[in-house]
């Protein structure tokens, strides 16, 4: 299949410690620390590698955290677009202790100028030419447009492939009214976005544009809306770790059904199994493979309205 163009508006360098027990106002030693290229769109893209289908990052990259990462993603076997910015590169850290309990810190993106937000936009359509589909995830800078995934989206329409984003707040709601082909929030984005039940915010998101809406409920599974039913998958039972990465990869596998064209049914079953599999590894944008494969034969997609 052709790749997927994954766009990652607000990329990160993803720090990630690890330290036997967390202990708030105290000194640590940790025991290991990795260093890798981050931001949602990018662990989408990692995930779709493990799962041998071709995806391009696209991400406005600055200073010196932006050069390392083009550099760490090259090296990973990721084609990487990168946009030039002013702005450095952010970092995020994330502590792991022994339990498998994680804890995120984030730094805030940096605001972008207009013409580099346009550079992005048209990188993003250059690069459609011949993919398979368009992924934005995560969030965006402080001062972003608001027509930002619209454009992004409009171009993915009309080059003729699927757009799917994953993202939250008042930028959910433009992606939304854009028409794309998917939208992926957890029930805490959906219910910040649109309150009430978490069906009818969902339904909320279909009369705006939206073509199908998979909400992200963690122990309760995924819900999967579009304009003619309502589909749940329970989740694996039992499955703790790192959850970090868990969206990224019911991401990946989703966009990977939509750009193959696989039975609805079967792709969201796909996506519970590959964000189960995502918990128990250590870092955003790995998978179990092995633990995919067994966890996928147990999940089934039942239409309940």
């Known amino acids: 299949m052709n790749r997927v163009v994954c766009v990652t508006p607000n990329p990160a360098t993803d720090v990630t410690y690890r330290v036997p027990e967390l202990t708030p106002g105290a000194s640590h030693r940790v025991a290991d620390v990795l260093e890798r290229p981050g931001g949602k769109g990018v662990n989408v893209a990692r995930v779709l590698h493990a799962l041998g289908v071709p995806a391009t990052v696209v991400a406005p990259l600055g200073g010196p955290g932006g050069r390392w990462m083009g550099g760490a993603l090259a090296d990973a076997g990721l084609p990487v677009r990168a946009v030039p910015v002013a702005a450095a590169t952010r970092r995020t850290v994330t502590v792991v202790d022994d339990s498998g309990a994680a804890t995120a810190f984030n730094e805030p993106g940096r605001a972008l100028s207009a013409a580099e937000w346009s550079a992005l936009v048209a990188a993003v359509t250059e690069e459609l030419a011949d993919a398979a589909a368009l992924v934005v995830s995560g969030s965006l800078p402080a001062g972003s447009p608001d027509d930002l995934l619209p454009r992004l989206i409009a171009a ?26 998917l939208l992926k929030p957890n029930a805490e984005e959906l219910a910040a976005a649109v309150p009430g039940a978490t069906l009818d915010a969902a339904r909320r998101l279909l009369t705006l544009g939206a073509e199908r809406v998979v909400v992200s409920q963690g122990a309760a599974g995924l819900l999967g809306v579009d304009g003619g039913a309502v589909w749940r998958v329970a989740a694996v039972p039992g499955v703790s770790g790192n959850p970090t990465g868990a ?8 966009v990977r059904g939509l750009a193959t064209g696989a039975a609805w049914p079967d792709v969201l079953a796909d996506a519970a199994a590959l964000g189960a599999a995502a918990v128990l590894t ?14 996928l034969p147990t999940l089934h997609a039942e239409r309940v309205a």
């Open 282 to 295: 250590e870092a955003a944008g790995e998978v179990d493979l092995a633990a995919f494969a067994r966890f």
């Open 156 to 181: 993915a329409r009309a080059a003729g492939v699927p757009a799917v984003a994953d993202t939250s707040g008042p930028a959910l709601l433009s992606a939304a009214a854009a028409g794309p082909a």
């Open 247 to 254: 969206g990224d990869a019911t991401v990946a596998a989703l």
